[in-house]
């Protein structure tokens, strides 16, 4: 999924005719793409996201009223630019900020007008505390998949099961699985907005539950977090959104409008009211409290294209 097709599944959710809604998902596309393939290191730790964010004109970042608008936004490390708000702001009225981000797109000031910038602090990965599988790290069970007509197994986070070949458990030490392929942002080569996930084959003895639909989610909706039952709304998609150190880059991720999501629940499924899979916690926010969720239908892209593996959900 991309942030123009995140901007036309939005467009019954908000007060904006298509032209705008378009040019504004043109806008943080460009952004995204200019911090992954054109920003610095420090740039890229000052600018941690870059996306397509829900707002409410008499509100900041929306919280329990759905957004009239989508807005091109930006994540800034707050300790990094010395931020003195909580919340969001134009970048116009930041004029550092404002300096920087010319920097980022080599020019072309008339992007500028109605980016966003929403203060958070460092993000982080979820993973370890409260895992319900265990295998480089530890975290949870995504969703179920099958391919080449007779294997059947699971999706978790990248992060979660690092190494094919290794075995993965349950919370209790049984064998569930060995990885079969799996990508890590902080361990690949690539050096720009990743996926992080992992497929995992189940031994024999299970089998997978598969049947289920894809989801393509939209500014505002409802989604929940299978094992804990938490939900949110969607606040908005980021095309490039950066968690942990500096190599923790992320493509294709939903931003949820409050934090739902601890560390332990790494690779965990998200759904939409229907039950239809949405994709898998990857890591959160603080201070803007956001869960981050990558994509099903990115990362199910991304391990065809990389691996040959066509998955069945």
Same mark, same amino acid.
């Given at each position: 999924m991309s942030i123009e097709s995140f901007a036309l599944a939005s467009r019954r959710e908000v007060s904006m005719d298509d032209a705008e809604l378009m040019a504004n998902a043109n806008t943080a596309a460009i952004l995204s793409e200019a911090l992954n393939l054109r920003a610095d290191e420090a740039l890229r730790n000052l600018f941690l996201g870059a996306g397509l964010v829900g707002f409410d004109p008499y509100r900041e970042p929306y919280g329990k009223r759905k957004p009239s608008m989508l807005l091109p936004t930006l994540a800034v490390d707050s300790k990094r630019a010395n931020l003195g708000f909580e919340g969001a702001l134009p970048i116009t009225e930041l004029t550092g900020l404002r300096d920087a981000l010319v920097t980022v797109l080599g020019g072309a000031l008339e992007l500028q007008k109605d980016v966003m910038v929403i203060s958070v602090r460092q993000g982080y990965r979820h993973s370890p505390p409260g895992a319900k599988i265990r295998a480089t790290g530890s975290g949870r069970i995504g969703p179920h998949v099958r391919w080449q007509s007779t294997r059947s197994g699971f999706l978790t986070a990248g992060h979660v099961a690092q190494t094919v070949g290794a075995q993965v458990t349950d919370d !209790?030490?049984?064998? =569930? #699985? +060995?990885?079969?392929?799996?990508? %890590?942002?902080?361990? !690949?080569?690539? #050096?720009?907005? %990743?996926?992080?996930? $992992? =497929?995992? !084959?189940? %031994?024999?003895?299970? +089998?997978?539950?598969? /049947?289920?639909? =894809?989801?393509? #989610?939209h500014s505002g909706q409802s989604v929940k977090v299978v094992a804990s039952g938490k939900t949110s709304n969607i606040l908005g998609y980021w095309g490039h959104i950066q968690l942990g150190s500096t190599a923790n880059i992320y493509s294709d991720c939903y931003a949820t409008d409050n934090k739902i999501t601890i560390p332990g629940d790494s690779g965990g499924l998200v759904t939409d009211r229907a039950t239809n899979?949405? /994709?898998?916690?990857?890591?959160?926010?603080?201070?803007? %409290?956001?869960?981050?969720?990558?994509? $099903?239908?990115?990362? =199910?892209?991304?391990?065809?294209?990389?691996? #040959?593996?066509i998955l069945s959900i």
């Open positions: !209790a030490g049984m064998p =569930l #699985g +060995t990885v079969v392929w799996s990508n %890590d942002p902080a361990t !690949a080569q690539r #050096g720009s907005a %990743d996926v992080d996930v $992992a =497929l995992v !084959a189940f %031994d024999p003895a299970f +089998t997978a539950a598969t /049947g289920h639909s =894809l989801a393509t #989610g899979v949405l /994709g898998m916690v990857v890591g959160g926010f603080i201070q803007r %409290d956001m869960s981050i969720i990558q994509s $099903a239908s990115y990362q =199910l892209s991304e391990i065809r294209h990389r691996s #040959g593996h």
